[in-house]
T-cell receptor, first 111, second 112 residues
Framework: KQEVTQIPAALSVPEGENLVLNCSFT??????LQWFRQDPGKGLTSLLL?????REQTSGRLNASLDKSSGRSTLYIAASQPGDSATYLC??????????FGTGTKLQVIP | EAGVAQSPRYKIIEKRQSVAFWCNPI?????LYWYQQILGQGPKLLIQ????????DSQLPKDRFSAERLKGVDSTLKIQPAKLEDSAVYLC??????????FGQGTRLTVV
């Protein structure tokens, strides 16, 4: 059974800092790993998708990496802004197309 | 392409009442998921369909929750009777093959 863990559970940083969010998964046999953003009371916004054959994906100030062998993915946010404040979730898609979510990291960027 | 549609967006019911949620996935997506997200937690898979067959419903409380996907397209999730602890956001998602999953906006359920 796939288990996905995100560390830290919460993070508070001053505006302008670069930061890294971590995602670990127990079963490395995944098709892809997806990072989402969730604002309070809102649905999920897909940020980045990394296929199992890829090592990283970039979108603007966001960069996500994937190391299947170690069961890890990281989301790097450059030059953080108050608008980046949200909960970030990772989700691993594995056998039978099952999508398993992590517990989330709640990010607060302080102006 | 149109996204995953869910309705209603919000629902408030009293405990012991019943409620139903509806999901219309992206056209052509064979896989459909229902997730429950309790405040402060990550989404938990309730049930996964492949066309109109169930792939995984191991975490669905079958004594009160039921779901169906008629003709392998739309899906409904029902709770009967509802409990206070069912208050959560219910997310529907669809996917095709090994590509990314697309999520609807969710239905926020409050049980009072």
């Amino acid at each position: 059974k796939q288990e996905v863990t995100q560390i830290p559970a919460a993070l508070s940083v001053p505006e302008g800092e670069n930061l890294v969010l971590n995602c670990s998964f127990t079963d490395s046999a995944i098709y892809n790993l997806q990072w989402f953003r969730q604002d309070p009371g809102k649905g999920l916004t897909s940020l980045l998708l990394i296929q199992s054959s890829q090592r990283e994906q970039t979108s603007g100030r966001l960069n996500a990496s994937l190391d299947k062998s170690s069961g890890r993915s990281t989301l790097y946010i450059a030059a953080s802004q108050p608008g980046d404040s949200a909960t970030y979730l990772c989700a691993a898609k594995g056998g039978y197309q099952k999508v398993t979510f992590g517990t989330g990291t709640k990010l607060q960027v302080i102006p | 392409e149109a996204g995953v549609a869910q309705s209603p967006r919000y629902k408030i019911i009293e405990k012991r009442q019943s409620v139903a949620f509806w999901c219309n996935p992206i056209s052509g997506h064979a896989t459909l998921y229902w997730y429950q997200q309790i405040l402060g937690q990550g989404p938990k898979l309730l049930i996964q369909f492949q066309n109109n067959g169930v792939v995984d419903d191991s975490q669905l409380p079958k004594d009160r929750f039921s779901a169906e996907r008629l003709k392998g397209v739309d899906s409904t999730l029902k709770i009967q009777p509802a409990k206070l602890e069912d208050s959560a956001v219910y997310l529907c998602a669809s996917s095709r093959g090994a590509v990314e999953a697309f999520f609807g906006q969710g239905t926020r359920l409050t049980v009072v």
